[in-house]
């Protein structure tokens, strides 16, 4: 069975980055997208971008681009999300989700992620 | 970008309810909807997907439809565990967006 593990809760202060892992099991990790979406406390669901493990090609929300960095490890069939300069309004969970039929099927446990000074 | 505009924000309802949930699209996006179900402190779980196309394992009361701008999310009886929020995500164009979401409560 599919399942998405990510690493746990982080609480950083302002300006720093951050950088939470998803590890991809049950399925060949190559194959699909791997996306991230975030939501604040109390707050809706955004989405971040997305990267093509196989390639290493990403698409980013154009609010997110610049600041946040997806990657992955084939090897190890995980994949990373990075946010740097990071602000009070980045406080939320992070999930990473795989693609399937064009949109976020099988969801990690989401990793909460705690700006503060 | 896509906008996403849900309605109802909120829904008051009781067991055995119909109800209907709306997503409209600043423009057309052909059938490039999912449905999502999200209850507290849990991550979402893709109901439809496709616009009208129902997730393996999800119970057949759930129902989508609409292509182009105009889609609705159907609970045809509402049970215990519906009670949750339920958003629309296009993935037409990026970046992909959500809409507000609607909090389904019971009555």
């Known amino acids: 069975q599919v399942q998405l593990v990510q690493s746990g809760a982080e609480v950083k202060k302002p300006g720093a980055s951050v950088k939470v892992s998803c590890k991809a099991s049950?399925?060949?990790?190559?194959?699909?997208?791997m996306h991230w979406v975030r939501q604040a406390p109390g707050q809706g669901l955004e989405w971040l971008g997305r990267v093509n493990p196989n390639s290493g090609a990403t698409d980013y929300a154009q609010k997110f681009q610049g600041r946040v960095t997806l990657t992955s490890d084939t090897s190890i069939s995980t994949a990373y999300m990075e946010v740097s300069s990071l602000r009070s309004d980045d406080t939320a969970v992070y999930y990473c989700a795989t693609q399937d039929f064009g949109s976020p099927d099988y969801w990690g446990q989401g990793a909460l992620v705690t700006v503060s000074s | 970008d896509i906008q996403m505009t849900q309605s109802p924000s909120s829904l008051s309802a009781s067991v055995g309810d119909r109800v209907t949930i709306t997503c409209r699209a600043s423009q057309g996006i052909r059938n490039d909807l999912g449905w999502y179900q999200q209850k507290p402190g849990k991550a979402p779980k893709r109901l439809i997907y496709a616009a009208s196309s129902l997730q393996s394992g999800v119970p057949s009361r759930f129902g989508g439809s609409g292509s182009g701008t105009e889609f609705t999310l159907t609970i045809s009886s509402l049970q215990p565990e519906d009670f949750a929020t339920y958003y629309c995500l296009q993935h037409n164009s990026f970046p992909y967006t959500f809409g507000q979401g609607t909090k389904l409560e019971i009555k």
């Open positions: 049950g399925y060949t990790f190559t194959y699909y997208y």
